[in-house]
């Protein structure tokens, strides 16, 4: 596993050398050399992908504007929460350094483009997330505490305890669609830099400067008399669409896994289809099985990805691979009497 060493031109170079990987345990390995390939990061085409979701929200909040109803009014909530989840998806990418090429331009673009809009930081992601690569399936996982899935006591909680019937698996995503949900998202992900130095990157002047970002956006928004739109368009996206979504992500990645054999059995992958990528799952996150063996492999790389271990690997029969968010859901409601813990957790 990952001794946890920061990032260097060198794990860059040899690709497979991630300091989030896990590769020792595969059965089958590609060569290395394609891995080494697929690792190589296209900057512009990075920063593309950062600039196509940014104008698509802008391109959203002026046709909504113009041609206001309540009908197009929810359809933008819907586009506007997937593209809310598509920025932390992109911002997914560069906890793991594989956004841009150095270090100070992935973390501070990551921040201030895509994490700090959305209420995170790429260092408090960046705490939880390279121990649940590190730590997948066990108690040191850190998205057990990220997303609450267990009591003090380490007892996993009936939310998280799968498969469900049809009717808990709607009451659960009906009760994550909650406004107070997202409410303590913003509060909590805000709030979490004065907590750790580890959130704040060991620096006040970093808690200083995040916070004279929202200061500064906060009054851009009152003196441009923009809290409506504000709240309408970027709020009310974030406590619905967006926190619905985000939940049933995580269910298809970890949830009711049907493999037994290890390592396939700790996650899933979810192949969209093209609204499904549009609405649900962005940017190749559901190439998850893929990501967790080689997250040095970029967002964009991973559907290759996906064709060599499915095509040369033990993985296309093995591993755990569904078409359609529906038929991953499907394997997290079928009747069963065991309840399986997600891998995660």
Not at 47 to 73: G, M, V
Not at 299 to 325: K, S
Request: aromatic content about 14%; hydrophobic content about 45%.
């Amino acid at each position: 596993m990952s001794t946890g060493v920061e990032i260097t031109e060198e794990h860059r170079e040899e690709g497979i050398d991630h300091p989030h990987a896990c590769v020792e345990n595969l059965p089958d390995r590609p060569p290395l050399q394609l891995i080494r390939e697929l690792s190589r990061l296209d900057q512009v085409r990075a920063a593309r992908a950062i600039a196509a979701e940014w104008l698509a929200i802008a391109a959203a909040i002026a046709l909504c504007t113009r041609f206001w109803n309540l009908p197009i009014y929810l359809c933008a909530v819907a586009f506007m929460g997937a593209r809310q989840h598509a920025l932390l998806v992109l911002g997914h990418e560069a906890s793991h350094y594989t956004l841009f090429k150095r270090k100070s331009w992935n973390d501070w673009v990551a921040d201030l483009l895509l994490y700090w809009p959305m209420f995170l930081s790429v260092a408090v992601f960046r705490y939880f997330h390279r121990d649940h690569h590190r730590y997948l399936g066990t108690e040191k996982d850190r998205n057990r505490e990220l997303w609450r899935t267990h009591t003090f006591e380490g007892t996993l909680k009936e939310d998280w305890q799968f498969p469900k019937t049809a009717r808990g698996l709607l009451l659960l995503l009906l009760k994550k669609l909650a406004v107070i949900e997202g409410v303590v998202w913003i509060i909590s992900g805000v709030a979490a830099m004065f907590v750790r130095p580890a959130y704040r990157k060991n620096s006040w002047l970093y808690a200083a400067l995040r916070t004279a970002y929202y200061g500064s956006v906060a009054l851009m928004v009152w003196r441009l008399h923009l809290t409506r739109g504000f709240l309408l368009y970027w709020i009310v996206p974030y406590c619905t669409w967006h926190i619905l979504i985000q939940y049933i992500r995580i269910i298809c990645e970890h949830s009711a896994i049907p493999s037994s054999t290890p390592p396939y059995h700790l996650t899933r992958t979810t192949i969209p289809s093209v609204w499904e990528a549009l609405l649900i799952i962005p940017r190749n996150i559901g190439y998850h099985h893929e990501h967790h063996w080689f997250p040095s492999v970029p967002f964009y790389n991973l559907p290759r990805l996906h064709e060599v271990l499915t095509a040369g690997t033990r993985f296309g029969q093995y591993g755990a691979i569904c078409y359609g968010v529906a038929n991953a859901l499907s394997e997290c409601i079928r009747s069963s009497r065991a309840t399986r813990e997600p891998k995660f957790a």
